[in-house]
């Protein structure tokens, strides 16, 4: 009677132990979610940044090279 009580305690142990396992489980991944979902928002807006920077360059480019062959033309 005494053995079936210590396995009793102990598969109890054993179930408590896995439960806390699981619980610390769902609350890593939770985080390792979340900060996917941060690093995903992050590269979109870099994206958007790095789409206005190309977009001014090139633009500034195009005003220098315009400029430039109107002083040619200038000069000539």
Do not use: F, H, P
């Not at 896995?18 to 941060?38: G, H, I, N």
């Amino acid at each position: 009677m005494q053995e079936s009580n210590e396995i009793r305690q102990l598969l109890t142990d054993i179930r408590d132990l896995q439960r806390e396992s699981l619980s610390e489980y769902k609350k890593v991944t939770q985080r390792s979610l979340d900060l996917q979902q941060q690093a995903v928002r992050r590269q979109e807006q870099l994206g958007r940044l790095y789409k206005r920077v190309v977009v001014g360059g090139v633009s500034l480019i195009a005003i220098i090279v315009i400029l430039i062959i109107y002083l040619l033309g200038k000069l000539r």
